[in-house]
């Protein structure tokens, strides 16, 4: 049965973003290699699970994971990745406001929802079939799903790091239970897959 899982990676101390996000920063003022160096500069020791993040029919992601522009609509902000982003599948914008679908190469299409994580959910279910959805983030979005008892599958990819500060995983989550599934280490990363408990 299709599953709705998020890849996260944390510092040690849990957080996935820093604080001060804008265009020249996605993660604020938390230097990114502390994030994701295992993805780019070890990408051949963490190979499975850096191809297990886009193995989704659809993606959902917070506004703030897709740029850095607040309020209205008022420039043509197309996302961090360049003309032709990761996702190849459709992937679904929370956001207060309207905007119209974005195509990109690739076969990518940023859709906007307005209506709240449940809607988004149900539209990226649709288009995924017998698919998985990803959630992708950032934390503020993956913990409402968590909250909301929408998400299946968390994998914490935990690196050697204390940020000190930003927003972290598990933030404003009552108490549930997650039973780990297995642990990895891998240059420079801790990989934690745990799915949440019913």
């Known amino acids: ?3 709705v899982y998020s890849d996260l990676s944390v510092t040690a101390d849990g957080y996935a973003t820093g604080i001060g996000q804008r265009e020249d920063a996605p993660f604020g003022d938390l230097d990114e290699r502390w994030l994701h160096a295992w993805m780019f500069e070890h990408e051949a020791d963490n190979r499975a699970e850096v191809a297990a993040i886009l193995d989704s029919g659809a993606t959902i992601m917070g506004r703030n994971m897709f740029g850095p522009v607040r309020g209205p609509w ?3 902000w197309r996302g961090w990745w360049g003309p032709n982003p990761p996702y190849h599948h459709p992937v679904f914008v929370l956001t207060h406001h309207p905007r119209d679908p974005v195509e990109m190469e690739g076969g990518t299409v940023f859709h906007f929802v307005t209506d709240g994580i449940e809607r988004a959910l149900e539209r990226a279910r649709e288009v995924a079939g017998d698919r998985d ?3 992708a983030g950032g934390p503020r979005t993956v913990n409402r799903f968590l909250a909301a008892g929408l998400l299946d599958e ?4 935990v690196t050697p790091f204390v940020a000190g500060a930003g927003e972290r995983v598990f933030d404003g989550v009552p108490p549930q239970a997650l039973e780990r599934v297995a642990v990895r280490v891998a240059p420079p990363v801790t990989h934690i897959p745990y799915r949440v408990v019913r």
């Open 1 to 3: 049965m299709a599953k």
């Open 74 to 76: 008022d420039r043509d």
């Open 133 to 135: 959805v990803s959630v």
């Open 154 to 157: 968390l994998r914490l990819h």
